[in-house]
């Protein structure tokens, strides 16, 4: 089976910064997503990391270190609309199958 | 119509109804999935298609019932369900299971059984 942990929330400033941490422990491994997910919105896809290291796409990043099951997303610049669930989700090492955490409330306030 | 669509948006059924949720993808995709999000859980998924043959039951009480006709259609049959299966039914699809194929979701159907 797979545990994944992240915060449950976080509150930020506009403009600022704000790092969402996600570890987690598998049996496999072959991918870590990050998702957006928007009150009553459907969740849309944000990163995609299966080698250690970096990811950027414009104000967000996120980082891979397998080795030690960790995984974080970066929203730079924070602006109102970045407020929403953010969702890591792991997949197995065959399959389709995800499996997601609990997801981050992120408020970002004026 | 563009991406994943879900019909209805909102059910509100009682514990002896049956009812069917609907899922339509038109970006060609060839796997299709049904989650289910409950208030202060995880996102969990139910089932998988893939290529049209359910490649996963994750342990789901055999009171829902996928169905996938085609790659571009997945339904969801519903009988005999319980209150605390109310919760947001998500359906997503994707292209395969490598790389980055990243699944998109649906808008979901906000389920209610009284």
């Known amino acids: 089976g797979q545990n994944i942990d992240q915060p449950t929330e976080m509150t930020a400033t506009e403009g600022a910064i704000v790092q969402i941490n996600c570890t987690y422990q598998t049996s496999g491994f072959n991918g870590l997503f990050w998702y957006q997910q928007h009150a009553g919105e459907a969740p849309t896809f944000l990163s995609y990391n299966v080698l250690d290291g970096l990811e950027e796409k414009g104000r967000f990043s996120s980082f891979l270190s397998r080795s030690k099951g960790y995984s974080y997303l970066l929203l730079k610049e924070l602006q109102m609309k970045d407020s929403a669930s953010y969702l890591c989700a792991v997949r197995e090492a065959a399959g389709n199958k995800l499996t997601f955490g609990g997801g981050t409330r992120v408020l970002v306030k004026p | 119509e563009t991406g994943v669509t879900q019909t209805p948006r909102h059910l509100v059924m009682g514990m002896t109804n049956k009812k069917s949720l609907k899922c339509e993808q038109h970006l060609g995709h060839n796997a299709m999935y049904w989650y289910k999000q409950s208030a202060k859980k995880p996102l969990e998924l139910m089932f998988v298609y893939s290529l049209e043959e359910r490649v996963e039951n994750n342990s789901v009480p055999s009171r829902f019932s996928p169905e996938c006709p085609n790659s571009s259609h997945l339904f969801l049959h519903l009988h005999t369900l319980q209150p605390e299966d109310s919760a947001l039914y998500l359906c997503?699809?994707?292209?395969?299971?490598?790389?980055?194929?990243?699944?998109?979701f649906g808008p979901g159907t906000r389920l209610t059984v009284t």
């Open positions: 997503a699809s994707s292209q395969g299971d490598r790389g980055t194929y990243e699944q998109y």
